[in-house]
């Protein structure tokens, strides 16, 4: 059955939406023409400021003030819904479309319970009185997969972990058995192995119902797995869309290409290089804990246990010089905090050698070690200093190491830009007036302004988009290849750690897992986490698991 | 810093605020020149005038230009006022800076006693100490300073840990960067902002608090032109003439409104991000 | 909210206290007063003065005198008034009476209207009425206590004669004039009061409508009055109560000049009358007693909103 045989549920046709801004209009959306039949999942794929939100916004009809619809129209059943009037929408919304959204933890009420926020959507659609709803919710709970239902009713979403705040939400959107609804970034948010459930739980509730699904997503590889039409949407233009595997096989656009091209693949290795493993290690990290919090006060006084807050347990870990370790784990799994710890940043106990030297404290950090050991942050927003200029940011550390050959300073800071492709010019700016991407290249400008042996790079592109992220890992590739740097790669992204990494250091709750090479880490011989952490991540379609 | 200033005219809080500010401060440095009539000359026949081209606002129960001694009064009452400010908010932002650098139970003993000594009202607080030092303006001052001092360290404490949090801070820990430079170059021009931002509806407190304390009879002494003081005379002859009441106290409100704007656009201008 | 969290927030209020009584007794041991010399007069002889500072443990070191009036007010004893010769307490708590009275009316004034006025300047912003509040507060925040009462007493005693220009009375005595003296005072310690806490209602109000899950509610298809009522305003009101708890320490100022204007027998004014006779008993009783309305008050407060906010758990 294809879906020219049935009447589109939603139908989008030659949309355009533009916001007034002080300096023009701005066009958020341009002639878009999209059509969702039901039981059909359409992906919605596009990066930062492609519009994709705004299309959400304005098939919910809840558009900001300054937004004007220019052209178009959105149908939803054959009904314009541009004409209808607030009341109308008021009883379409949550009944006939309705939405999950990207954070669960934002997207409840903190001071409502779960039961409350759930039976309100029934007794408004449904006319059900309040016992009936909380009934009637308490069903839908365990529909999405909640052990205990009525418990969960009773609860204060701070009192539930994001997964079930996210099933909640899925059961609200499905409450009334809309005709369409629409999932923006729903797992984004979550950790890898909840945001697989919920996508299990998603796909599932939908072959069930024969819901007509939008699913917005900056995640190509997802969307390509759960999703059987794509449609990629670029600066507010729709610029291809058609079956996922056309449009994997035979990308016709030259965004799309780049777009597949940029999404992490664990088949394609990145990196040939392989570091001697005879050499004497760089860095060895031995039995390094740490600790977060002090014993209150009171509980001091009145002699009560308390349990301190662990970030790390015990981990020990080496890098050879030249390579790059990845380490991946889940958010709290600890692998920021060995970052910090091995930067001074957070006390530890045990100890680390550097180059043959022992480090146990941040006292034994000298100079040499700091100028060896360099660390990038993931938000370069709030790692450059916002009222310095980029020029001085950068003559930091060639103040404190001495930077090496002639030239003047300014000569040397260019250099550096240079060395990151970004205009000399640049060194004249500020933090805010440069793009994310751009910001995260200075923030490696001044990591490499000390030629260091070490560089930690704490989640450094996963507040980016793909395609910026890809042109980041490249450039940071790069600079390994000429300058024989070893990096400490953290990230959650297990589809690009297996393309870059030497070897994979699993972290689960402030443990180390265990450490394999890359090649080895989908291997069956893998410890259960890894395994199950292997299994959550969606492999872009078209392409097997890494070639082992 | 013309950018900076096209920032804080852009809000209407700002543009009000600068121009309100701006005519103040000009009063308080060209007042004394321009006042038409000698503020503490005077003239029996003269009282309870209404307003006429000979005296502006009219004239009070001694038969003084009302204009005249709010334009050289400006000076006793917006000086003091920052200066009082200036103080307290040194002082309390070193306690401030002081308790968030030092961290953990040193920081929460400074802390909770800050809140200890802020559950004395400033008002009785200022009250207490020009009591204990003697009435004058002086001592107003100190005063003033004093009860601003517990307030200005806790909002710089807050700042300053925000700030420390960031992690631009952390860059510049692992760089290997001295006490001195994290302080001074990285912090400071990131927490001086919002500090900026507090002092300057602080002072229009202030401007308030030291009517207040005048209008009690213990800051500025009779026949110091006042404004607080000049409310507080009025009051016995304000039956007689409404105008030496209401003028000074329009005086007082006007100089508070200027700075309560001034810092409320400041807050827009400063943010480097906006 | 554990009972450790109680704990510590009731421990909290004895430091507080024990800090403010070491304060006050270092500013009255610095004053310039002999209070032997106070009750006998100037003419008394040196013996009599010796005698009586013996008496009063005046020549005792310092930390005693501290540790005999902290052990005094821990049995209930603040010392006796110099300038009237009596027990300084029960004047004292007498006086509270009437001044939380000015408090408690003026406070449950300034929520009937700074709340609706933060509410609407919030829902309709940017907008004319969001303009106008705007106005208000920021003259009323500029307006001193002592400005106001006097412009209101020439306004709605002098000239317009609908209400009395100061004095007291008490409820039980008449109560129609007694809420007429009451009116002009509560009134006037009202306007600061809500000019701030409108103020912070609506910028409280649209972060909350700004906040996704007020999104959310209304993509339920909940109307715009449902949001508000079921969603928006209870996360938007519960941090007034903070906020009004913290201006306690505001309006207890007012307080003074207000009572002191209206001549209204209460702490403040006794407060002032003790500041100005240097009665040193008179001055370290009033000030204790209104450190601790506001710390008591704070407490209050505080479990108040985490019995309220499911969210807050202290440990």
Known sequence: ?548 | ?274 | MSPNYILKRIALIFYTLLVVSLIVFAITQILPADAAVMMLGENATDQALDALRQRMGLNDPVWMQYAHWLIGIVQGNFGTSLRTGQPVGPVMFEALGRSLLLALLSITFMLILAIPLGIIAAIRRGRVADMLVSLISYVGVSLPEFVTATVAVLLFADWLKWLPPTGYVPLTENFGSAIAHLTLPVFVISIILIAHVSRMVRSELIDVLHADYIRSARLKGLSGSSVLMGHALRNALLPTITIVALDVGYLLGGVIVVEEIFAIPGIGRQLIVAIQARDLPAIQAGVLIMAATYSIVNFLADMLYAALDKRIQYD
């Open chain 2, 1 to 274: 810093m013309t950018e900076f200033l096209k920032r804080l005219l852009r809000t209407p809080q700002g543009a009000i605020g600068v121009a309100i500010v701006g005519l103040v401060l000009l009063v308080v440095i060209i007042g004394p020149w321009v006042a038409p009539h000698d503020p503490e000359s005077l003239a029996p026949l003269q009282r309870y005038k209404g307003s006429s081209l000979t005296y502006l606002l009219g004239t009070d129960q001694y038969g003084r230009d009302i204009f005249s001694r709010l334009l050289i009064g400006a000076r006793a009452t917006v000086i003091m006022a920052m200066l009082a400010t200036l103080a307290g908010t040194v002082v309390g932002a070193l306690i401030g800076t002081t308790s968030a650098f030092l961290g953990g139970r040193a920081d929460e003993a400074i802390m909770r006693t800050i809140d200890a000594v802020m559950s004395i009202p400033s008002l009785l607080f200022a009250l207490l100490v020009v009591n204990l030092l003697g009435s004058s303006i002086v001592n107003a001052l100190v005063a003033v300073a004093v009860a601003f001092a517990p307030g200005m360290a806790r909002i710089t404490r807050s700042v300053a840990l925000s700030v420390r949090k960031q992690d631009y801070i952390n860059a510049a820990i692992a760089r290997g960067e001295s006490a001195r430079f994290v302080i001074v170059r990285e912090m400071l021009p990131n927490v001086i902002a919002p500090i900026i931002v507090e002092m300057t509806i602080r002072v229009s407190f202030a401007v308030m608090l030291f009517a207040t304390l005048s209008f009690l009879g213990l800051g500025a002494q009779p026949p110091a032109a006042e404004w607080g003081l000049m409310v507080s005379e009025a009051r016995r002859y304000m039956h007689l003439s409404a105008g030496i009441l209401i003028w000074p106290s329009i005086a007082i409100a006007l100089v508070a409104i200027g700075f309560n704007l001034l810092g409320d656009g400041l807050r827009d201008a400063l943010n480097p991000r906006a």
């Open chain 1, 1 to 548: 059955m294809t879906e020219t045989t049935k009447t589109p549920v939603l139908q989008i046709d030659n949309y355009s939406l533009d916001y007034r801004t002080a300096t023009g209009a701005f066009h958020a959306l341009r002639n878009v023409s999209l059509d969702i039949t039901p039981g059909e999942i359409l992906g919605l794929v596009g990066e930062s400021g492609s519009g994709k939100t705004s299309l959400a916004w304005s098939i919910m009809r809840y558009l900001p003030g300054n937004a004007r619809e220019v052209g178009g129209a959105i149908r939803l059943g054959g009904e314009d819904l541009a004409k209808k009037s607030a009341a109308e929408i008021g009883a379409i919304r949550g009944k006939r479309i309705s939405m999950v959204f990207q954070d669960p933890s934002t997207s409840l009420n903190p001071t409502l319970s779960v039961g409350r926020q759930l039976s309100e959507v029934l007794m408004r659609h449904r006319g059900l009185t309040r016992k009936q709803a909380w009934a009637e919710g308490e069903e839908m709970l365990a529909r999405v997969g909640l052990k205990t239902p009525a418990q969960m009713m009773a609860r204060m979403p701070h009192e539930a972990s994001g997964g079930e705040k996210q099933r909640v939400v899925i059961a609200t959107a499905f409450a009334c058995n809309p005709e369409c609804i629409i999932f923006d970034e729903p797992t984004t948010a979550l950790d890898v192995i909840t945001s697989r459930q919920i996508l299990n739980l998603f796909v599932e509730l939908q072959a069930e119902t024969g819901v007509a699904s939008l699913y917005i997503s900056h995640d190509l590889a997802l969307v390509s797995r759960t999703a059987k039409r794509v449609a990629v949407i670029r600066r507010g233009e729709v610029v291809e869309q058609g079956e996922v595997s056309a449009i994997f096989h035979d990308p016709q656009n030259d965004y799309t290409r780049q777009l597949i091209a940029a999404v992490p693949n664990p088949a394609i290795r990145l990196v040939e290089s392989r570091p001697d493993a005879t050499a004497a290690p760089l860095v060895k990290v031995e039995n390094v804990s740490v600790h977060y919090g002090r014993k209150p006060f009171f509980a001091a006084l009145t002699g009560r246990a308390h349990e301190r807050v662990v970030g790390n347990r015990a981990v020990s870990l080496s890098v050879q010089p030249g390579e790059i370790l990845g380490i991946v784990g889940e958010s709290g799994s600890g692998k920021s905090t060995l970052a910090k710890a091995m930067t001074g940043l957070n006390p530890f106990e045990g100890k680390i050698w550097f180059d043959g030297k022992s480090i146990s404290g941040v006292s034994d950090m000298d100079t040499g070690y700091r100028k060896d050991v360099q660390i990038i942050f993931q938000h370069p927003d709030a790692s450059l200093n916002p009222r310095h200029r980029i020029g001085e940011i950068l003559s930091r550390p060639l103040k404190l190491y001495g930077g090496e050959g002639s030239g003047s300073q300014a000569q040397k800071i260019g250099d550096l830009l240079e060395q990151v492709s970004l205009p000399r010019s640049h060194a004249d700016r500020y933090p805010h007036q440069l793009s994310g991407g751009e910001k995260q290249r200075v923030a490696i400008a001044r990591a490499f302004a000390s030629k260091p042996k070490l560089v930690i790079c704490d989640e450094i592109t996963s507040a980016l988009d793909v395609s910026v992220q890809a042109s980041i890992v490249r450039l940071l590739l790069e600079l390994q290849r000429v300058h024989d740097t070893a990096y400490l790669f953290i990230t959650h992204d297990l589809n690009l750690v297996r393309q870059i990494a030497h070897r994979i250091a699993v972290m689960y709750h402030g443990e180390l897992v265990e450490i394999a090479r890359a090649e080895d880490i989908s291997s069956p011989d893998r410890a259960d986490y890894t395994r199950r952490l292997i299994e959550a991540v969606p492999i872009p379609a078209g392409t097997t698991a890494a070639a082992n």
